[in-house]
């Protein structure tokens, strides 16, 4: 709440206000979520009354004769709008779509045109807060019959500790990690000026540049949070939605699991990161189908995936003990990236490109590149054997095998 006071205190018609008028203020209305999309309230309509937007961006907006739409004013927050509706009770002078989401604080002048989106509003993850969560968790235990001890949150909670997400502590050549934190600990991030793009409306009223450095102690990782809302009582739920805004608590749905990882395993805003491209012969699969989404660990020749490509072969040349230090990407990418042992690794693997730009002045932008060792994504069935068994390799593998 005290966010919300603050936030309210800085738009131009509140700052005279002292705290607790703000928060009466706050409490007089409702905060609520809209999604992307939606409508806030619609030109004509009887007044929806005032609203403040908090975070996100509204697009105020008329239609023409034809019934295309004509916006004529773009806002953001920390505003008010539609208040004239609230002083005068006529009807909205144009309509309202939200097109980030966002949190907005209506006054009680609501009318019922908006409750049709309040009802939607629900299928939000953000709203899927019910007392009826307690039950869910025992439908859960329906599934783990037999085995009684099993609690999904407490398995997730052990598998998670054993990942990287719960060890992602890091620090720049330069002694910073602020901007690490975007992913490596969304929650201690304080996003910066101009390291925010615009859908972090976070920087409206986070002025100040915030401390470069996070220490190892505050440091939350990528904890339950960042992936899950929690009820009232602090009860991760099962649903996985994504904290869009750590700031303002915001999440934002997302539709597979791969849209969520990729959230962060996407490149290009730290030297020697990558994408995830899933591609070649697993295009379309999900991150969690093979990656358990917790211990995040998944390997080719696991149960659910290819369990027998060395026991139950001695036909497939390179499924065999020659090749035991070569990892199933180095021969089935189809990336067509670099491959080569890695020391510390201790077997051989794709190297994948990455690219990264510094925007430097008004126009001018370094770009480094290189590569690091990263199992590629883009599997096929294909393995040429040319693509290590080559003349004059500097390996000094055999130059010339026989293919199957
Ligand atoms: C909030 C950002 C974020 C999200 C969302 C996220 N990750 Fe990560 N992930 C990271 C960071 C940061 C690391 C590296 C941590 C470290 O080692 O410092 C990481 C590491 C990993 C690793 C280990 C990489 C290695 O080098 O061993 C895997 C595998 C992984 N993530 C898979 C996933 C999957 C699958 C999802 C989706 C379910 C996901 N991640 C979602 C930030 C994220
Ligand atoms: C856009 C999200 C994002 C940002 C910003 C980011 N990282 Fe990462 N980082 C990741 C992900 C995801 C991984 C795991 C996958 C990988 O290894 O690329 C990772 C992995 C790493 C690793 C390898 C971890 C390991 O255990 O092998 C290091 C080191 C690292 N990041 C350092 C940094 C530093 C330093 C910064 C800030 C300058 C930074 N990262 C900013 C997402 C990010
Ligand atoms: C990087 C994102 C991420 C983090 C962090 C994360 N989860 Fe999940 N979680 C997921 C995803 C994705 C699923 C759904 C997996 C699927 O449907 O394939 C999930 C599923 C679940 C489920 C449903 C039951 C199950 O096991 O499938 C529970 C419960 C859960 N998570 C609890 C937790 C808890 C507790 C934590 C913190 C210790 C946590 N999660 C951290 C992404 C995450
Ligand atoms: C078809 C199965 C599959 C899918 C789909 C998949 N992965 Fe992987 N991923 C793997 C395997 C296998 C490894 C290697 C694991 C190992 O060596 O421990 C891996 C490794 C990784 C690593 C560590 C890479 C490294 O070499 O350090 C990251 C990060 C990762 N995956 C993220 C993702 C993300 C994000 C997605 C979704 C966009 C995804 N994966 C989808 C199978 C998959
Ligand atoms: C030294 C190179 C090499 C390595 C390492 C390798 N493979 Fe293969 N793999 C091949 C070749 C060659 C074929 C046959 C390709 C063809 O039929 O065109 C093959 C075939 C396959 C097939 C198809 C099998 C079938 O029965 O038709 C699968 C699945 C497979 N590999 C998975 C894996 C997995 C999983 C790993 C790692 C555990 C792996 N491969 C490691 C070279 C390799
Ligand atoms: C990703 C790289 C890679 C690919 C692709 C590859 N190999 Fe190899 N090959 C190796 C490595 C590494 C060794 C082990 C060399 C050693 O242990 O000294 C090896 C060893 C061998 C050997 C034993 C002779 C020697 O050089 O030590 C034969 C024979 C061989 N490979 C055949 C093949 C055939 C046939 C294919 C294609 C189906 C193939 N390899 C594909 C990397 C590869």
């Keep these: 709440m005290e966010k919300y006071i603050k936030l309210l205190g ?19 209305g409702h905060l609520k979520k809209y999604r992307k999309d939606k409508f806030i309230y619609h030109q004509g309509d009887p007044s929806a009354g005032m609203y403040v937007l908090f975070s996100g961006k509204v697009h105020i907006c008329n239609y023409n004769c034809d019934g295309q739409i004509q916006i004529f004013s773009i806002i953001e927050p920390v505003i008010m709008f539609n208040e004239l509706t609230a002083i005068d009770g006529g009807p909205n002078p144009a309509t309202a779509i939200m097109v980030l989401l966002a949190a907005g604080c209506q006054s009680p002048e609501s009318q019922p045109t908006s409750i049709e989106e309040v009802t939607e509003v629900q299928g939000d993850p953000g709203e899927k807060i019910t007392p009826e969560s307690e039950s869910d968790g025992g439908s859960g235990n329906k599934e783990s019959e037999g085995k009684p001890d099993l609690d999904p949150i407490a398995d997730a909670q052990q598998l998670w500790k054993t990942s990287a997400h719960a060890n992602a502590f890091v620090v720049d050549d330069q002694g910073k990690n ?25 920087c409206k009223f986070e002025l100040e540049e915030p401390p470069p450095f996070i220490s190892e102690n505050d440091w939350t990782h990528v904890p339950c949070l960042v992936c899950h809302e929690e009820d009232k009582k602090g009860n991760i739920q099962p649903e996985y939605t994504w904290l869009e805004i750590p700031a303002l608590e915001e999440y934002a749905s997302v539709e597979t699991t791969t849209e969520l990882c990729l959230k962060c395993h996407e490149a290009s805003k730290a030297p020697e990161h990558v994408t995830v491209v899933v591609g070649g012969d697993h295009t379309g699969m999900q991150c969690t189908e093979c990656h358990q989404p917790h211990s995040s660990t998944t390997s080719c020749d696991s149960a659910d995936c290819h369990p027998d490509v060395f026991s139950s072969t001695d036909s497939i ?31 051989w693997i794709t190297y994948i490109p990455w690219v990264y730009e510094i925007n430097v002045g008004e126009a001018d932008t370094i770009v480094e590149t290189g590569i690091i060792p990263f ?25 010339s095998v026989e293919a199957p």
């Design 10 to 28: 800085s738009v131009s018609h509140f700052n005279k206000l002292k705290p607790s008028d703000l928060l009466r203020i706050i409490n007089s």
């Design 317 to 347: 040349v390179g499924h065999d003990e020659e090749h035991q230090d070569v990892s199933c990407v180095a021969c089935h990418d189809s990336a067509g990236w670099e491959v080569g042992p890695d020391e510390e690794l201790g077997y």
């Design 178 to 202: 602020n901007s690490c934190a975007q992913c490596h600990a969304p929650i201690n991030w304080k996003p910066t000026l101009d390291d925010i793009p615009e859908t972090c409306l976070v």
């Design 375 to 399: 199992t590629s994504h883009e599997i096929v069935l294909e393995a040429p054997c040319e693509r290590c068994h080559f003349s004059e390799n500097p390996w000094g593998l055999e130059e």
